[in-house]
């Protein structure tokens, strides 16, 4: 039987995530080395270099992405004794002077850095998905708004690197599913730019939980998640579940600068999705998605329209406006927006930037889907395109809107001729 094959990339996190783990899995999985160095040498940024090498972890061949900083752009972000070295009562004296060579940056001073890069679209696009989750987790960690926070750790030369690498090496494998079922996390406390801190660490812990991300926590006592990592699987991480059928075309495993107990390793893999040509189609499938809403009684109708395009523009299911009475018997507009999980931040963004709300509702909604096929014919009246939904063993058939409307312009017919016509040989095609 014929198969229907689609490409995903599985991030398998038993060994923890960070961002150069990130980057050095997706290397060692096939992404161009010269298009990363090219790309990274337009970042507007100083004092720092990068190097590629294999390194030997738990005796395996790993890949090793290491962004090499100049002395005064160092920190603590792989110093054992720095990151850990509480624990047997060290002197705060390091900390100190991690302070005192470090550059605080916020999400609009990272954001021109990297819309000033020679970046490709597709890769800015993923930067600045990754770090719209980190301002949002550190806005939420230290009360403040994602205009005002300042990144620490993260706001450094080499986390904006290794962000930006991260971005430009999936953009580079051009595979737009990616599935993170678990994060595998450690325990303890581990010391930062705020201080001594629980693992995982507060910008971490609202990453999961905003995002609905699982973790399972080991007995290493060690923080195997970073917030750089977390953000990354957070932002591009499309599902949850390995299908059950897969063929593995590429893997790779990239080293973490920390040892540990457990092997630092991240391991990547390019897989085929199968599934059968003849599916069963018995019964729906059922999955989640998530709704936004928010009243507003103080905003034009040019602006509503206006951010309803922007909506559907960033990936929007569905919006619709649903006129209300508010208190003082004001007429409102309730906006609800449905979108999956992984543009829940695009969608909440463009509601504060674009309309005068203060709050948005959030609902996590189980929902039952038809499958369901988009499919080009040919009829009399030329290529049409028609989308086929399998419902309980039976087809149904729906001529697509925008493919009935060029047509019914071309031969100056009305719509509804039109959408008849190719219903009808459509039936004739498949049933």
């Known amino acids: 039987m014929d198969k229907k094959e689609r490409k995903a990339i599985y991030f ?32 507007p940024l100083e004092g720092f270099s990068v190097e590629i090498s294999r390194v030997k972890k738990s005796g395996l061949d790993c890949c090793d992405f290491n962004v090499v900083l100049e002395e005064k752009y160092h920190n603590h972000d792989h110093d054992i004794v720095y990151l850990y070295g509480h624990r047997q009562g060290d002197a705060d004296h390091e900390e100190h002077s991690h302070h005192a060579h470090h550059v605080h940056r916020g999400l609009k001073d990272v954001t021109e850095i990297i ?96 995002h609905g991300i699982a973790m399972h926590i080991t007995n290493v006592e060690a923080e ?62 059922k999955d989640y998605i998530y709704k936004l809403e928010s009243n507003i009684d103080d905003c034009t109708g040019e602006t509503l329209g206006y951010v309803m395009e922007c909506l559907f523009a960033e990936g929007a299911r569905d919006v619709n406006y649903m006129p209300v009475f508010m208190k003082k018997n004001r007429p409102a507009y309730q906006i609800n927006i449905i979108c999956m999980q992984k543009d829940i931040a695009a969608m909440e963004k463009i509601l504060f930037r674009e309309t005068t709300t203060i709050g948005i509702r959030r609902m996590k909604m189980e ?32 001529p697509e809107y925008e493919s009935v409307a060029a047509i019914a312009a071309e031969k100056e017919c009305t719509y509804r001729e039109v959408w008849e016509k190719v219903f009808r040989e459509a039936e004739n095609i498949l049933l």
């Open 12 to 43: 398998e996190c038993y060994g923890g995530i960070s961002g150069d783990m990130t980057v050095a899995a997706l290397l060692d999985m096939g992404a161009d080395e010269k298009e990363l160095r090219r790309q990274l040498d337009s970042l």
């Open 115 to 210: 819309n000033q890069s020679n970046l490709t679209e597709g890769a800015k696009k993923i930067a600045g998905d990754i770090f719209r989750v980190l301002a949002e987790a550190e806005a939420k960690a230290h009360g403040a708004t994602i205009e005002t926070v300042h990144f620490h750790e993260v706001g450094a030369v080499d986390s904006i690197v290794d962000i930006a690498a991260a971005a430009i090496c999936l953009d580079n494998l051009g595979i737009n599913e990616i599935i993170v079922p678990e994060l595998y996390e450690g325990r303890g406390t581990v010391r930062c730019a705020h201080g001594i801190l629980p693992i995982p660490v507060p910008a971490v812990q609202h990453i999961v939980a905003g």
């Open 224 to 285: 195997l998640v970073t917030p750089t990592g977390a953000a990354i699987a957070a932002a591009v991480r499309t599902a949850d579940k390995l299908p059950k059928k897969y063929r593995i075309r590429a893997s790779g495993m990239g080293a973490g600068k920390r040892e540990y107990k457990t092997a630092s390793i991240l391991r990547t893999m390019i897989i085929e999705c199968l599934e059968e040509e003849q599916a069963d189609y018995s019964e729906p499938s």
């Open 367 to 398: 929902r039952t889907v038809l499958e369901r096929e988009v499919r080009k014919i040919m009829t009399s009246l030329g290529e049409a395109e028609i989308k086929i939904c399998h419902a309980y063993g039976e087809l149904k058939i729906y």
